[in-house]
């Protein structure tokens, strides 16, 4: 594999998000854009995601992110040529404890604020949004209609597809191994194919940035955590769409994802 030994950006990892990085520096005019993936486009843990697609954070930060990916999904067939399989299907939360309900009421203020709409809907309304749901322990769920989700091997696709096209190089079966430093500054990355100097390195790395991190001296509160998704034999009892559902006691969440039901002990 050829790779180049200068570049202007390299992005460390070619995930959802270092896919979205590159074709957006390009797009913007930047040029010599690289991505470095040990694996192959979307193979980490971008393949393993559920695909969910909601606005309901915490913070106004994420919340801005969402509102605009969710834009970005709604014309995303138009500008990337890629069907995403975006459905604004909702994201409903189901609750069970006092107190972690009156949590959410700082929070949906917020979301209300920036234009999410997000509802508290009593336990039989989330039912009629999921038939199958048992709700005799539930005190009431949080509902946002217009949150959805997408497919994230298709989004990734996309966003590869157009990088390249903008000119940037994805290069695959390429692990990063160090951080070249100098001058208090970044200055390129060794890699299993031999050095690249840059003078701007993103880490995309995902649950692998804090390694990426300490190889430059970094120290990033990232801690991967091992979390399981199974899915289930064609399932008709529970008929389609359904939602992401958290139960917010347990952490359990479930989908449909075509016949099949999609569900993790999160």
Same mark, same amino acid.
């Given at each position: 594999?050829?790779?180049?030994?200068?570049?202007?950006?390299? =992005?460390?990892?070619?995930?959802?998000?270092?896919?979205?990085?590159?074709?957006?520096?390009?797009?913007?005019?930047?040029?010599?854009?690289?991505?470095?993936?040990?694996?192959?486009?979307?193979?980490?843990?971008?393949?393993?995601?559920?695909?969910?697609?909601?606005?309901? &954070?915490?913070?106004?930060?994420?919340?801005? &992110?969402?509102?605009?990916?969710?834009?970005?999904?709604?014309?995303?067939?138009?500008?990337?040529?890629?069907?995403?399989? &975006?459905?604004?299907?909702?994201?409903?939360?189901?609750?069970?404890?006092?107190?972690?309900?009156?949590?959410?009421?700082?929070?949906?203020?917020?979301?209300?604020?920036?234009?999410?709409? =997000?509802?508290?809907?009593?336990?039989?309304?989330?039912?009629?949004?999921?038939?199958?749901?048992?709700?005799?322990?539930?005190?009431?769920?949080?509902?946002?209609?217009?949150?959805?989700?997408?497919?994230?091997?298709?989004?990734?696709?996309?966003?590869?597809?157009?990088?390249?096209?903008?000119?940037?190089?994805?290069?695959?079966?390429?692990?990063?191994?160090?951080?070249?430093?100098?001058?208090?500054?970044?200055?390129? =990355?060794?890699t299993s194919e031999g050095a690249v100097?840059?003078?701007?390195?993103?880490?995309?790395?995902?649950?692998?940035?804090?390694?990426?991190?300490?190889?430059?001296?970094?120290?990033?509160?990232?801690?991967?955590?091992?979390?399981?998704? &199974?899915?289930?034999?064609?399932?008709?009892?529970?008929?389609?769409?359904?939602?992401?559902?958290?139960?917010?006691?347990?952490?359990?969440?479930?989908?449909?994802?075509?016949?099949?039901?999609?569900?993790?002990?999160?």
């Amino acid at each position: 594999m050829s790779v180049p030994r200068t570049a202007s950006v390299l =992005v460390i990892g070619g995930g959802v998000v270092g896919c979205s990085i590159a074709y957006h520096l390009a797009r913007r005019g930047v040029r010599d854009v690289v991505v470095v993936e040990r694996e192959t486009v979307g193979s980490g843990t971008t393949s393993k995601a559920a695909g969910g697609i909601r606005a309901q &954070f915490p913070t106004e930060t994420e919340i801005r &992110f969402s509102l605009e990916s969710l834009r970005v999904l709604e014309s995303f067939r138009d500008e990337f040529g890629v069907d995403p399989g &975006f459905r604004r299907i909702g994201y409903l939360f189901l609750v069970s404890d006092a107190a972690d309900l009156q949590g959410f009421e700082a929070r949906i203020a917020l979301q209300r604020r920036l234009g999410v709409d =997000v509802r508290v809907v009593t336990p039989k309304e989330a039912q009629a949004i999921v038939p199958a749901l048992h709700v005799e322990d539930l005190i009431a769920a949080v509902w946002g209609p217009r949150d959805g989700l997408a497919g994230p091997a298709e989004v990734t696709a996309g966003f590869a597809r157009r990088a390249r096209e903008l000119g940037v190089r994805i290069l695959e079966g390429v692990e990063t191994t160090g951080i070249a430093l100098g001058g208090g500054r970044v200055r390129g =990355v060794e890699t299993s194919e031999g050095a690249v100097a840059a003078p701007v390195v993103v880490n995309a790395a995902g649950p692998a940035a804090a390694r990426i991190g300490r190889l430059a001296g970094v120290v990033l509160p990232v801690y991967p955590r091992r979390r399981h998704i &199974f899915y289930t034999d064609p399932f008709p009892d529970l008929p389609g769409p359904v939602p992401i559902t958290t139960d917010r006691a347990s952490g359990f969440y479930f989908r449909k994802e075509l016949e099949q039901v999609l569900l993790s002990p999160g």
